[in-house]
Each structure stands twice: as C-alpha cells, then as structure tokens.
T-cell receptor
C-alpha cells in the first residue's frame, strides 16, 4: 500500500519569503508523484509531477519540487511567496498497479502574510 | 483548453434518497476516476474506470455506489441510498498514469 505524509498542516510565510512544503511517501514500486493546489471552493489543479527522468521538476506559478529517492521525499518549494499562493496544497502518489489511483497526503494550508 | 466538468455544483438531498453525480471527462482520455473530500479531511480515492469497467475501487466504494459511462461523454457516480456520512465534495478526474485532471467538484449535502 502507498501512503503520503505531509508535515505541517499549516504553514505561514511572509510575502517574498521562501516557501517549503514537505512531503514524504512510501511506495512499493517506483512512484509517480504529484503536487496539487486547491484554492477555496475550487477543484484540484496540478502544479507539477514527477514520473521519470530529471529529479528536479518545475511546475506552474514558479513552484518546483525535487524527488529524492534516498529520503523518500518530494518537497515543494518556491523562492518567493506571493499573496496569491495562499491555498491548500496536496501531495499525491500514483499506484499504476491499482488503476492509477492517487493517494493523497493530508494537505498543507499555506498562509502568506503581507 | 479542455477541462473536466461536473454537474451539479451543489446537491442537497434527504437521507435514503438516490443521487446521481455527473461528469464530462476530457474527450480523448481513457481513464476516469471519482474521489471524495469530506470537509476538513484529505482527498480519498473511490473508484477508477477503464475500458468500460471498474479497474480499482476503495473500501469506501461499497454496494451503495455505482459508476456508469452511459454514453460516449458522460461518467456518472450513483449513490443508491444516501447516508449522512456521504456528505462531501465529490471530484471527478480523467487522464492516466502520468496525470489526472480534476473537475471543480460537486458538493453533496445529505440531511
């Protein structure tokens, strides 16, 4: 079975500061990893994904994440936070042996202070 | 840009009633999914559907739930007899292993 752990259900940063949202996973097969963002009362929007190849992946809105197999981590970063980044962020792992189902972490609510 | 659409955006129903949630996946996608998110909790997988049959389902997806692709475009989730604990946001997604595109969700409230 796969699982995803997101450390920190709430993270608060100042505008312009570094954003770091943590994600650790467990998977019995090479993982496909994803970060989704959810703005209030909206659906899930894909920020970025790792499938194979380069371990540093860039996504939309200036976000990037690095797959570290040795640490079973896929942390999300952004050099400089904007007010518009305030949202809930979900890390997920795909199980292609089980209908490609996504297993999500508990989510991290990012708050950006002016 | 193509997107997944869902109707209705909100559904209020009485306990014990049947509800059907509708989704129109992105047209060239072959894999379809339903997830749910109970208020304040994580997103949970319900079911995946490929080649006109269920490919995987979670323990949440019991006999009260069913999915159907009645025509070439729609993908529906039916809850036969709703319970209070079925109140949640239900998301449809389409795509494949490399990524899934989510719809905006249907908020189901069971009274």
């Amino acid at each position: 079975a796969q699982s995803v752990t997101q450390l920190g259900s709430h993270v608060s940063v100042s505008e312009g500061a570094l954003v770091l949202l943590r994600c650790n996973y467990s998977s019995s097969v090479p993982p496909y990893l994803f970060w989704y963002v959810q703005y209030p009362n909206q659906g899930l929007q894909l920020l970025l994904k790792y499938t194979t190849g380069a371990t540093l992946v860039k996504g939309i809105n200036g976000f990037e994440a690095e797959f570290k197999k040795s640490e079973t981590s896929f942390h999300l970063t952004k050099p400089s936070a904007h007010m518009s980044d305030a949202a809930e962020y979900f890390c997920a792992v795909s199980d292609y042996n089980a209908g490609n189902m996504l297993t999500f972490g508990g989510g991290t609510r990012l708050m950006v202070k002016p | 840009e193509p997107e997944v659409t869902q109707t209705p955006s909100h559904q209020v129903t009485q306990m014990g009633q049947e509800v059907i949630l509708r989704c129109v996946p992105i047209s060239n996608h072959l894999y379809f999914y339903w997830y749910r998110q109970i208020l304040g909790q994580k997103v949970e997988f319900l079911v995946s559907f490929y080649n006109n049959e269920i490919s995987e389902k979670s323990e949440i997806f019991d006999d009260q739930f069913s999915v159907e692709r009645p025509d070439g475009s729609n993908f529906t989730l039916k809850i036969r007899s709703t319970k209070l604990e079925d109140s949640a946001m239900y998301f449809c997604a389409s795509g494949g292993a490399n990524e899934q595109f989510f719809g905006p969700g249907t908020r189901l409230t069971v009274l």
